[in-house]
Nanobody, 123 residues
Framework: QVQLVESGGGLVQAGGSLRLSCAAS????????MSWFRQTPGKEREFVAA????????YYADSVKGRFTISRDNAKSTVYMQMNSLKPEDTANYYC????????????????WGQGTQVTVSS
C-alpha cells in the first residue's frame, strides 16, 4: 500500500503564492506517476497537474498553465506544486494522487489518494 499525505494549504490573498507538498510512504515512489487534483463542493474533482516517474515530463490544466509548477524529489518521496498568481477561482480542496505507469488525467485512473489540503484565495 501507498500512503499520501498533503500539506501546505491555507488562506492567501489573490496574487499570492502557496507551495503544496505530498509525502508518500510505502511502495517505491519513483515508479509512480503523480498528479494533483482539486475539488469544490458540488463539483467534480478536476485534474490540475501531473508529473511522470522521473520528473522529466509535466502536464497542466489550461486554467493553471503558467502559474502552477509541479515537481518531485524521488529521494524524499515527495511531490510538490508551487502555485503562483493565485486567483479566487483556485479555491478548492487539493488532492495528491498516484499510480503506477504513465501519466493519466482522469480521477478513475489513480489508485492512491491523499486526504486533501484546503486552499482558500481571498479577493
Amino acid at each position: 500500500q501507498v500512503q499520501l499525505v498533503e500539506s501546505g494549504g491555507g488562506l492567501v490573498q489573490a496574487g499570492g503564492s502557496l507551495r503544496l507538498s505530498c509525502a508518500a510512504s510505502g511502495r517505491s515512489f519513483s515508479n509512480f506517476a503523480m498528479s494533483w487534483f482539486r475539488q469544490t463542493p458540488g463539483k467534480e474533482r478536476e485534474f490540475v497537474a501531473a508529473i511522470n516517474w522521473s520528473g522529466g515530463s509535466s502536464y497542466y490544466a489550461d486554467s493553471v498553465k503558467g502559474r502552477f509548477t509541479i515537481s518531485r524529489d524521488n529521494a524524499k518521496s515527495t511531490v510538490y506544486m508551487q502555485m503562483n498568481s493565485l486567483k479566487p477561482e483556485d479555491t478548492a480542496n487539493y488532492y495528491c494522487a498516484g499510480k503506477l505507469g504513465v501519466v493519466r488525467y482522469s480521477r478513475p485512473d489513480y489508485t492512491y489518494w491523499g486526504q486533501g489540503t484546503q486552499v482558500t484565495v481571498s479577493s
